[in-house]
Nanobody, 125 residues
Framework: VQLQASGGGLVNPGGSLRLSCVVF????????MAWFRQGPGKEREFVGGFHRSGGSPFFADSVKGRFTISRDNAKNTVYLQMNSLRPEDTAVYYC???????????????????WGQGTQVTVSS
């Protein structure tokens, strides 16, 4: 199983980007999927994700109202739409997936079995 993240880049404050994460080798329809990020000198932190049991996605407080997550099961792809970007959103963004984690572990990096390679997002004027 491989996860491939893409879509990062340089954007002005207030701008938007959409990240994509394609899952190869396994149907991810019934997986929990999430996005994490790691800024310079910081620990990896949860951005948002949804549990395999269904329901609305969860988001970190820092991105609520600005970021959304969606999935296209036909394409085995998860998207992170980022709007109203701020300089503090600058980080390497990673997608992660797991077929079996429990809901309370959705925001815990070590709970995920599979990771994408990361894509750099830089918010700067």
């Amino acid at each position: 199983v491989q996860l491939q993240a893409s879509g990062g880049g340089l954007v002005n404050p207030g701008g938007s980007l959409r990240l994509s994460c394609v899952v190869f080798g396994r149907t991810s329809r019934a997986w929990s999927m999430a996005w994490f990020r790691q800024g310079p000198g910081k620990e990896r932190e949860f951005v948002g994700g949804f549990h395999r049991s269904g329901g609305s996605p969860f988001f970190a407080d820092s991105v609520k109202g600005r970021f959304t997550i969606s999935r296209d099961n036909a394409k085995n792809t998860v998207y992170l739409q980022m709007n109203s970007l701020r300089p503090e959103d600058t980080a390497v963004y990673y997608c992660a997936g797991s077929p079996s984690l429990i809901l309370s572990s959705l925001g815990v990096p070590s709970a995920y079995a599979y990771w994408g390679q990361g894509t750099q997002v830089t918010v700067s004027s």
